[in-house]
């Protein structure tokens, strides 16, 4: 088994930059890729970044160049720096594992608890 906690959401401006933490314990080296989904409300749960064990990112095309995913193996953890937000970037945000990297962007097999993010003035 394999746990994920949250951290790091908030209430931000439009503009303003958050970091999100998502530290994983148990059995960690079953995992191969890790990423974030986004919920808002009323609407399905979204992939929003992807990083694998070898260090490939992707992104979705509405984060591309304002969000960036990272890792520190050490510390067995992955962040999401999100900089420039908007409004329509707030949502429950998500931190997902999965033992096979084809099953992140489609059935994780670990999901955090989530952490809420809100962008507003």
């Known amino acids: 088994q394999v746990q994920l906690v949250e951290s790091g959401g908030g209430l931000v401006q439009p503009g303003g930059s958050l970091r999100l933490s998502c530290a994983a314990s148990?059995?960690?080296?079953?995992?191969?890729?890790m990423g974030w989904y986004r919920q808002a409300p009323g609407k399905q749960r979204e992939l929003v970044t992807t990083?694998?064990?070898?260090?490939?990112?992707n992104y979705a095309d509405s984060v591309k160049g304002r969000f960036t995913i990272s890792r520190d193996d050490a510390k067995n953890t992955v962040y999401l720096q999100m900089n420039s937000l908007k409004p329509e970037d707030t949502a429950i945000y998500f931190c997902?594992?999965?033992?096979?990297?084809?099953?992140?962007?489609?059935?994780?097999?670990?999901w955090g608890q989530g952490t809420q993010v809100t962008v507003s003035s």
């Open positions: 997902a594992a999965a033992r096979r990297t084809y099953d992140l962007a489609r059935t994780p097999d670990y």
């Open positions: 148990g059995i960690i080296f079953s995992i191969n890729a």
């Open positions: 990083i694998t064990s070898a260090g490939s990112t």
